[in-house]
Antibody, heavy 126, light 112 residues
Framework: QVQLVQSGAEVKKPGASVKVSCKASGYTFTGYYMHWVRQAPGQGLEWMGRINPNSGGTNYAQKFQGRVTMTRDTSISTAYMELSRLRSDDTAVYYC???????????????????WGKGTTVTVSS | QSVLTQPPSASGTPGQRVTISCSGSSSNIGSNTVNWYQQLPGTAPKLLIYSNNQRPSGVPDRFSGSKSGTSASLAISGLQSEDEADYYCAAWDDSLNGPSYVFGTGTKVTVL
């Protein structure tokens, strides 16, 4: 079965960077897009972007352009999300999520995901 | 910032029907499909409805989704205590900066 295991909680100071990992198992890692979503305390869900694990191609939400970098290491089936120049309002739980529809099948406008990691809490505080 | 608008709360007694609305625009709901997620406290969201009205395996049929124009709705019939959770709609948005995925503002459902 699909499993997404995320790295542990992080505490960072303002201005620092954080790199969260998401180790996938139970399927062909390079066969499905991986997305990142975050949720600030008491707030709603916010899409950050996605990575094509096969090509490494990325799409980022405009809000995070220039501050977020999504990468992957196919040798260990792991996706990464790095957020730089952290601010206090970046304090949130960060989730990775795998798209249900495989690469090669066009789901433009209709892609969805049912597999989520458990989340990584990132706290930004001086 | 959310571009899909939901009511902040909804409630009902066990067995009642509750409906949650989700309002968007022509660039998101108007041109793409809608998904719904359920989030219990302290847990990751769970896919409840995809492609407007499809239920993943294991989701009870008391949950149903629909879409019309630039709005969508989620209905919970035969409300149960375990349905008390936060619910989010979501859709792809065809913005000028490329596709992005947008979530609704979220609705907290309370079972009275």
């Amino acid at each position: 079965q699909v499993q997404l295991v995320q790295s542990g909680a992080e505490v960072k100071k303002p201005g620092a960077s954080v790199k969260v990992s998401c180790k996938a198992s139970g399927y062909t890692f390079t066969g499905y897009y991986m997305h990142w979503v975050r949720q600030a305390p008491g707030q709603g869900l916010e899409w950050m972007g996605r990575i094509n694990p096969n090509s490494g191609g990325t799409n980022y939400a405009q809000k995070f352009q220039g501050r977020v970098t999504m990468t992957r290491d196919t040798s260990i089936s792991t996706a990464y999300m790095e957020l730089s120049r952290l601010r206090s309002d970046d304090t949130a739980v960060y989730y990775c999520a795998r798209v249900d529809i495989p690469l090669g099948v066009d789901c433009s406008g209709s892609c969805y995901w049912s597999n989520w990691g458990k989340g990584t809490t990132v706290t930004v505080s001086s | 910032q959310s571009v899909l608008t939901q009511p902040p709360s909804a409630s009902g007694t066990p067995g009642q029907r509750v409906t949650i609305s989700c309002s968007g625009s022509s660039s998101n709901i108007g041109s793409n499909t809608v998904n719904w997620y359920q989030q219990l406290p302290g847990t990751a969201p769970k896919l409840l409805i995809y492609s407007n009205n499809q239920r993943p395996s294991g989701v009870p049929d008391r949950f149903s989704g629909s879409k019309s124009g630039t709005s969508a709705s989620l209905a919970i019939s035969g409300l149960q205590s375990e349905d008390e959770a936060d619910y989010y709609c979501a859709a792809w948005d065809d913005s000028l900066n490329g596709p992005s995925y947008v979530f609704g503002t979220g609705t907290k459902v309370t079972v009275l």
